[in-house]
């Protein structure tokens, strides 16, 4: 595989409304496009969106790092294994420049042999994935007519995002929603390391009647003890998301010790190889895997979804549902129906490129 030459383009997408969580109110991503020129004329794409607050580097090292990686592989041949080495070892701390130029060689590779992302991953390859719809930290009513909304719209999971108010708040909201969609619907909750372990494990256990599938990443991402507490004593699933940005925290995780399930972002973990070896290994270690995104531009979404394909987590819903979130066009295979985003078998990332 020949990089003929590489640019780059920023953009910026707008979310619908903001979405808060304990850490921050998210109004908009910004990053760049990452184009990856072979010959032929074809061309792979991919995002570079940084989060610091979900353990990414920062807009700035971001911006330096895709300098660095463009001078790396403009005018290099090889193989994707060999390009893909190349990225990681010339950027090893910076996952969302990393992420960008991983999906772009698999998108560019795909194309080249006139497969779907997905093949490349050694997935078959499903017509469809599971997502879930995402609800941010807002008052009881506003939760449940959002998720009421969801629910006819045919999603048969709900995310809800907690740990900014207090506890007695966040129960409150979570039993009217619960009271309002019904017992069918699953309900998973995401405190973005909002709790002390002692905390979320009194939490926890208060929201138990609830019927919660899981909670994501209930300590702060550092705290690894904690969140292995909270695993060991919790009566919810605990899923670890923040943590496994850093070496320490696969480990853990890889060892049992950490949670049930990994959500895994490719912005924050450095691309789609990455991801897919560790849900490799996870799923060795008996540990469940979902993936998401962190709010990302068509290009982002449609590569994660192709990882979900690969990865077949069955009837875990993933994070995908980026269109309901952000102001921007996105081709109609992204958009959820159904609680459902297709995944189709024509070459790269599948979609066709929204005008």
Not at 96 to 116: E, K, Y
Not at 319 to 336: K, M, N, Q, R
Request: proline share 6%; with cysteine.
């Amino acid at each position: 595989m020949n990089i003929e030459r590489v640019t780059l383009e920023p953009v910026r997408y707008r979310l619908r409304k903001p979405l808060r969580t304990h850490r921050t109110e998210l109004r908009e991503r910004r990053g760049f496009r990452v184009c990856l020129h072979g010959s032929g004329g074809l061309v792979g794409l991919g995002e570079a969106l940084p989060l610091v607050t979900s353990g990414t580097e920062s807009p700035q090292e971001t911006e330096a790092a895709l300098g660095e990686l463009t001078v790396a592989l403009g005018g290099r041949s090889g193989t994707l294994d060999e390009l893909l080495d190349r990225i990681d070892d010339t950027c090893p701390g910076a996952p969302a420049a990393r992420c960008a130029f991983d999906g772009a060689l698999h998108d560019l590779r795909a194309r080249i042999r006139g497969v779907p992302v997905a093949h490349l991953l050694g997935g078959n390859l499903p017509r469809a994935v599971p997502v879930n719809a995402v609800i941010g930290a807002c008052g009881p009513d506003a939760s449940v007519a959002a998720a009421r909304e969801a629910k006819a719209r045919g999603f048969g999971t709900l995310k809800l995002k907690v740990g900014e108010a207090s506890s007695d708040e966040d129960e409150a909201r979570l039993r009217a929603v619960r009271r309002a969609v019904g017992a069918e619907l699953r309900l998973r909750i995401d405190a973005n390391g909002a709790w002390s372990a002692r905390n979320a494990i009194a939490i926890l256990s208060r929201l138990e009647p609830l019927a919660i599938e899981f909670v994501e990443q209930p300590v702060p991402g550092r705290d690894l003890a904690g969140l292995a507490r909270v695993h060991s004593e919790s009566p919810i699933t605990v899923a670890a998301d923040e943590a496994l940005a850093w070496p320490e925290g696969r480990q853990a995780l890889l060892e049992g010790k950490l949670a049930e399930i990994a959500v895994l972002k490719p912005m924050l973990l450095g691309g789609l190889r990455t991801c897919m070896r560790l849900a490799t290994a996870a799923g060795a270690s008996g540990v469940r895997c979902v993936v998401t995104t962190t709010f990302e531009g068509w290009i982002g979404t449609a590569l994660a979804t192709h990882l979900a394909a690969a990865m077949q987590p069955g009837d875990l819903a993933c994070g995908l549902a980026s269109s309901d979130v952000l102001e921007s066009t996105f081709p109609p295979e992204l958009i959820p129906h159904e609680g459902r985003i297709s995944v189709h078998d024509r070459p790269g990332l599948g979609c066709t490129e929204p005008g």
